[in-house]
């Protein structure tokens, strides 16, 4: 009995491969005539977006010292709103006098 269900649980397990293969292979046959050939839609959008990539490759090294930058950018800006601050306050109160 154990050898006849391991058994159909082969077979099951082949034919379930079989039917994956067949679907993927079909799939395939129809990715292959949507953008197959160079002249395509699909295979234009597919080079444009190489050039992209290969354009903004360099990038990701770039964004460190950039944020770097702007971390500074914004350390100095902190302290301008707080002096703007003071000087605001100041103002307020001569006008009040």
Do not use: C, W
Request: hydrophobic share 50%.
């Amino acid at each position: 009995m154990t050898t006849l269900l391991t058994s159909l649980t082969a077979l099951a397990a082949l034919l379930f491969l079989a039917v994956v293969a067949v679907a993927l292979v079909r799939i395939s046959g129809l990715l292959e005539e949507i953008g197959g050939t160079g002249s395509s839609y699909l295979a234009k959008l597919r080079l444009g977006l190489r050039a992209i990539d290969r354009e903004t490759s360099h990038l990701p090294a770039a964004a460190e010292p950039v944020n770097k930058g702007l971390a500074d950018v914004a350390a100095g800006l902190s302290a301008v709103d707080a002096t703007l601050g003071d000087l605001h306050k100041a103002v307020s109160g001569q006008e009040d006098k």
